[in-house]
C-alpha cells in the first residue's frame, strides 16, 4: 500500500505539470501508472454512501467494461427520469471548474446542453482506447530503447577493453589488425544491414511519425499501427489483415496520421437540376446550415454550400464543406455522422421538391424486326427437334 501511494498523483497537481516543469522523478511515475494501472471510473468513486468495496471493481480493463461503468455513471449522476447529465448533476460531485472541463472534454461547449448516455459511453470508450493505445506505444519504445541500449553496450565494452589494453601497456597491434580485417568482412557482409537498422533508428526515433494505436494511410491504404518494434512495425488493415512495413522502407514514404490531424473537413458533392430557382436553392443552404448548428457537438458552425462546375448545361454540381469537431481517427463514428447528415440532406431534397432530371434523348427506329423471330445469337446452339 505505501508504495501505491507513493506511486498516486492527484489530478490538481498532474493539470499543473507540463513539459517545461515536469521532474524525470514525476515523469517516470506517470509512465508507470500508464504502462501497469487501469483506468478508474473516478465520478463512481466519489459517490457518497457506495456499495462498491472491491476497488478491482473501479478499475476498467476493457470496452465492454467501459460500456458497463458508462452505464453506472449515467445512472448515478443523472436526475431520476432524466436523458441527460447537466451541469447541475455535475457540480454535486465536484466544484464547478472541474464540471465545466469535464463536459468540454466530453465535447459541450454550452451550460445549458447535456451529455447523453450515448455520449458518455463513446466518451469512455474512446478513453480507454487512447490509454490503452499510450500504455502499448510506450512498451513498445521501452522494448527498442532496451533493444538499442544492448547493442550500444556491446559496442561501448568493445572500445573500453581496447583502451584498457593501451593503458596497460598491452602489444595489440597485431591484435588490432586482425580485428581490423575482420571488421572489413564483417561490414563487406554486413554493410547494408547496418545501414537498414541506422535508418531504421533514425526513422523511429527522430522522425517517429505515429504512434501504436494511430490511424495512418500508406499508399492510399488505411492502416492502424499495431505494434512498433526496431525494424519492423505491424499494422492493422480494416478487416484486420496484419501488415508488416520495414521501418527503413516506412521512412522513404509520405506517411499521413489522421490522430495527429486537427477537426477534419467532410465534403459532400451532389447535382440539381439547372432549372433548379434559387430561392430552393438559398432554402437548402439555409435548412442545411440549420440542421449543422443545431448539431453542433457533430459540426463546426458556418458550413459552405457552393457550386462547383455546369455540365451538358443541365446539371448543377454542388458540394457541401462541412467540418467535423474530431478527426477521423474513429472512422466509425465520422460515417455514422455522415449518414445522418446525409439523411438530413435527403429528407430537405424533398422538402423542397429538388431533383436532378437528364436531358431527353431522340430515339429514331427505321428497321424493328418482327415481333415474333426465328433468329437466334451466333453463339447460341440449336436443338435439333
Known sequence: MPNKKDEEISIDKMQKLNH??????????????????ALSSTLDE????????????LHIRSECQAEEAAKKIFQKVAKTGSRQIYLDDMIRFMDKEAALKAMHLMGITCEDEGISKSSLK?????????????????NDTKTAVDELHNMVNILVSVIIMIIWLIILGIPI????????????????????????????????????????????????????VEEMNILT??????????????N???ASKPIGNFYRSPHMVEAIDFSVHISTPMEKIASLKDKIKG???????HWHRGPMVVVTDVEDMNKMKMSLWVTHTMNHQEMGERWSKRNLLLEEMIKVFKELDI??????????????PPLVSTRLPSNWTTCAN
Request: net charge negative; charged share 20%; aromatic share 10%.
Open 173 to 224: 597491434s597485431h591484435f588490432l589488425v586482425l580485428i581490423s580485417s575482420q571488421l572489413l568482412l564483417v561490414v563487406f557482409i554486413f554493410g547494408n544491414t547496418c545501414k537498414t537498422v541506422f535508418e531504421a533508428i533514425i526513422f523511429l526515433f527522430i522522425m517517429h511519425p505515429f504512434d501504436v494505436g494511430d490511424r495512418c494511410e500508406i499508399d492510399g491504404i488505411q492502416l492502424r
Open 248 to 250: 527503413s522502407v516506412l
Open 233 to 246: 512495425t505491424v499494422f492493422l488493415r480494416n478487416d484486420n489483415q496484419k501488415i508488416i512495413y520495414p
Open 122 to 138: 463513446i466518451w469512455l470508450v474512446n478513453a480507454f482506447r487512447e490509454r490503452r493505445a499510450l500504455a502499448l506505444s510506450l
Open 291 to 297: 440542421y449543422v448548428e443545431e448539431n453542433s457537438s
Open 355 to 368: 431533383e436532378y432530371r437528364v436531358l431527353p434523348l431522340d430515339v429514331n427506329i427505321r428497321n424493328m
Open 46 to 57: 466519489q459517490i457518497l454512501d457506495s456499495d462498491i468495496t472491491d476497488d478491482s471493481l
Open 20 to 37: 517545461k516543469n515536469i521532474s524525470a522523478w514525476n515523469m517516470t511515475r506517470m509512465v508507470n501508472i500508464i504502462c501497469h494501472g
